[in-house]
């Protein structure tokens, strides 16, 4: 085996013994991390790792995390962590939900509810938009929203993710996502970015919301800026805004789900600036709460809010996490210039890579098909490009059918991700062999 790995026998140990005693989940990396220095993972064996995942888009800041974060979670863990902040008041959770208002996209009053992870942003922005009296949700073809059972039934990425799970919410419908290399309607000329865009909504509001789903009776419709674990499919910068249009015509909420491409991945703090659009509601998690502590946020259009007892739960508004979150955004919005740049570096390394090359920032996706005029998936290869990547020291995560996510720290260095880079080709060039 050409690896640039020493031995792995008790990272060999724990994976087989975590298969014995952990519930089966996605867990598909044999990696047992063991401590994080900046961009840079190590396993218990002591090899050490470029990371191009950031832990699922949640180690913006680096690993365990940036110094400035260590720092607020050594003070304020000594303050004040938990505080039933649902059932009390804390000054940490105000802190927040104004810098989170205030940055929000949209000049109207926001208020934002706090819980633990990206699942319950969607539950309670799901929530939300059914006190509007309306039923009807519709979300997009490729979409991952979460796992619990309101979110399962907007998310539409893998089968396997519903299965033996329905019935499902009720009065979910899904549309196709303008995917620029997947043209999902099949016909020639449609690839035209504005087309597809022109397409994805005279398909909503000409099929769904004539023979479907009555336009007042629909609350909401959610969507990902760049569907994240569909693929990182970044849609024509038509797309929010003509979406926009249409929600504005039917008087239908916007839900904008920013859990993985928010927080400065895309170079802007939230990733629908680039769109110039203000959404209803927002949901954030992952990178939130600054690499250290679960935190998930739905900022909403005050007017939507929830009746007293309507919805609440235990964790949301923890003062640790509510701190460390504040932090997190202060220090990604040091770091957008910087994103930016890099841009410009993952875009001029990546050229001509894979078979599809997609990105903005610091979010990008590689795509492998067996053909390319038919785009059949090449899963194969793209999982074995991951496999070889790890024996070179590059971590890295799949998207949808057989893409590869390359989402490294937003603090990686430009000798860093020409690095990665540089590994990743070598990993392509191993399986192409
Ligand atoms: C866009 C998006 N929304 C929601 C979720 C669910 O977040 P969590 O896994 O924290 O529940 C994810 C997770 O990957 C996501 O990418």
Same mark, same amino acid.
């Given at each position: 085996?050409?690896?640039?790995?020493?031995?792995?026998?008790?990272?060999?140990?724990?994976?087989?013994?975590?298969?014995?005693?952990?519930?089966?989940?996605?867990?598909?990396?044999?990696?047992?991390?063991?401590?994080?220095?900046?961009?840079?993972?190590?396993?218990?064996?002591?090899?050490?790792?470029?990371?191009?995942?950031?832990?699922?888009?949640?180690?913006?800041?680096?690993?365990?995390?940036?110094?400035?974060?260590?720092?607020?979670?050594?003070?304020?863990?000594?303050?004040?962590?938990?505080?039933?902040?649902?059932?009390?008041?804390? *000054?940490?959770?105000?802190?927040?939900?104004?810098?989170?208002?205030?940055?929000?996209?949209?000049?109207?009053?926001?208020?934002?509810?706090?819980?633990?992870?990206?699942?319950?942003?969607?539950?309670?922005?799901?929530?939300?938009?059914?006190?509007?009296?309306?039923?009807?949700?519709?979300?997009?073809?490729?979409?991952?929203?979460?796992?619990?059972?309101?979110?399962?039934?907007?998310?539409?990425?893998?089968?396997?993710?519903?299965?033996?799970?329905?019935?499902?919410?009720?009065? $979910?419908?899904? *549309?196709?996502?303008?995917?620029?290399?997947?043209?999902?309607?099949?016909?020639?000329?449609?690839?035209?970015?504005?087309?597809?865009?022109?397409?994805?909504?005279?398909?909503?509001?000409?099929?769904?919301?004539?023979?479907?789903?009555?336009?007042?009776?629909?609350?909401?419709?959610?969507?990902?800026?760049?569907?994240?674990?569909?693929?990182?499919? *970044?849609?024509?910068?038509?797309?929010?805004?003509?979406?926009?249009?249409?929600?504005?015509?039917?008087?239908?909420?916007?839900?904008?789900?920013?859990?993985?491409?928010?927080?400065?991945?895309?170079?802007?703090?939230?990733?629908?600036?680039?769109?110039?659009?203000?959404?209803?509601?927002?949901?954030?998690?992952?990178?939130?709460?600054?690499?250290?502590?679960?935190?998930?946020?739905?900022?909403?259009?005050?007017?939507?809010?929830?009746?007293?007892?309507?919805?609440?739960?235990?964790?949301?508004?923890?003062?640790?996490?509510?701190?460390?979150?504040?932090?997190?955004?202060?220090?990604?919005?040091?770091?957008?210039?910087?994103?930016?740049?890099?841009?410009?570096?993952?875009?001029?390394?990546?050229?001509?890579?894979?078979?599809?090359?997609?990105?903005?920032?610091?979010?990008?996706?590689?795509?492998?098909?067996?053909?390319?005029?038919?785009?059949?998936?090449?899963?194969?290869?793209?999982?074995?490009?991951?496999?070889?990547?790890?024996?070179?020291?590059?971590?890295?995560?799949?998207?949808?059918?057989?893409?590869?996510?390359?989402?490294?720290?937003?603090?990686?260095?430009?000798?860093?991700?020409?690095?990665?880079?540089?590994?990743?080709?070598?990993?392509?060039?191993? $399986?192409?062999?």
């Amino acid at each position: 085996m050409s690896s640039y790995l020493k031995e792995k026998q008790k990272n060999d140990l724990i994976i087989k013994e975590s298969e014995e005693f952990l519930a089966t989940t996605t867990r598909e990396i044999p990696l047992v991390i063991d401590r994080g220095e900046g961009v840079w993972i190590y396993d218990v064996d002591g090899n050490k790792y470029l990371d191009f995942t950031s832990g699922i888009g949640v180690n913006n800041l680096g690993w365990p995390s940036h110094p400035e974060i260590i720092r607020v979670v050594e003070e304020q863990v000594k303050k004040l962590a938990h505080a039933a902040a649902n059932d009390f008041f804390n *000054v940490e959770q105000l802190e927040l939900a104004k810098k989170l208002v205030n940055i929000a996209p949209g000049n109207f009053k926001k208020k934002v509810f706090y819980g633990n992870s990206g699942t319950e942003a969607i539950e309670a922005a799901i929530k939300l938009s059914r006190t509007t009296g309306r039923k009807y949700l519709i979300a997009f073809l490729g979409a991952f929203h979460g796992r619990t059972f309101g979110s399962l039934s907007l998310t539409a990425s893998k089968t396997t993710q519903r299965s033996q799970m329905a019935p499902l919410l009720s009065n $979910v419908i899904h *549309v196709p996502y303008p995917n620029p290399f997947r043209n999902p309607w099949h016909i020639d000329g449609y690839e035209d970015p504005k087309e597809l865009v022109n397409r994805t909504i005279e398909f909503i509001e000409d099929y769904v919301l004539k023979q479907l789903a009555p336009p007042e009776e629909v609350a909401a419709i959610f969507a990902e800026p760049i569907q994240g674990e569909g693929g990182y499919i *970044v849609p024509p910068k038509e797309f929010y805004p003509e979406l926009r249009k249409l929600v504005d015509k039917y008087g239908i909420l916007l839900v904008d789900d920013e859990v993985q491409m928010g927080m400065g991945r895309t170079g802007k703090m939230f990733a629908v600036e680039h769109y110039n659009v203000a959404p209803d509601i927002i949901t954030l998690a992952k990178a939130l709460g600054g690499g250290i502590m679960p935190i998930g946020a739905t900022i909403f259009r005050a007017d939507l809010d929830f009746k007293p007892g309507q919805h609440s739960n235990t964790f949301g508004g923890n003062a640790l996490a509510c701190a460390v979150a504040l932090k997190s955004i202060d220090l990604i919005e040091g770091l957008l210039p910087h994103v930016q740049e890099l841009e410009k570096v993952f875009r001029d390394e990546l050229q001509g890579i894979a078979d599809d090359v997609r990105g903005i920032g610091l979010a990008w996706g590689i795509e492998f098909v067996k053909d390319l005029k038919t785009k059949e998936p090449d899963a194969k290869t793209r999982d074995k490009v991951i496999e070889e990547a790890l024996k070179l020291g590059l971590v890295l995560l799949p998207a949808g059918q057989s893409a590869i996510r390359l989402i490294p720290p937003l603090v990686i260095s430009e000798e860093d991700a020409k690095e990665g880079v540089e590994r990743l080709r070598k990993a392509i060039n191993n $399986v192409k062999k």
